[in-house]
């Protein structure tokens, strides 16, 4: 399973911390505790990585060290993700969408008890030729 590490530093501010990334500009997170702060940072970077993956984006290789001079007074910690467990956790959570259908259609799918999102799910899939993995 693939694994990647980056380097992530926690700026005190007079609320908590603010998280950054040096080697992934605009990846940034916030926390009011080292620990909420690192929590936070993950969840960034695992929504970051799997963003410059879904864009076919290159990603950086990790710093293994930061300049003193930028991190002064912060502290720097190392947050590791496994991107392909959160692109399969992404992919497959449940999503909104709206549909029309006659009144009548609604009614009787009601007064049958049909859950739309299994139905609609089910008949997309088969419409495509596709098996869900159970």
């Known amino acids: 399973m693939r694994k990647l590490s980056y380097l992530a530093v926690l700026e005190p501010t007079k609320t908590g911390y603010s998280v950054f990334f040096p080697d992934l500009p605009g990846c940034i997170s916030i926390g009011t505790t080292i620990q909420e702060a690192s929590d936070n940072a993950k969840e ?16 950086p ?4 060290l930061l300049n003193p001079n930028e991190t ?5 910690v ?21 549909c029309t259908l006659p009144a009548w259609v ?21 419409c495509l030729n596709i098996k869900k993995e159970r």
């Open 61 to 64: 290789n990790p710093s293994l």
């Open 78 to 98: 190392n947050i590791s993700i496994y991107p392909d467990l959160v692109k399969h956790r992404l992919d497959n959570r449940k999503v909104k969408t709206n």
């Open 72 to 76: 002064e007074g912060c502290i720097v």
């Open 106 to 126: 609604k009614k009787l799918a009601e007064e049958n008890s049909l859950n739309y999102s299994q139905l609609l799910e089910a008949s997309i899939l088969d």
């Open 44 to 59: 960034a970077l695992e929504l970051h990585i799997y963003g410059m993956e879904q864009d076919n984006e290159k990603l």
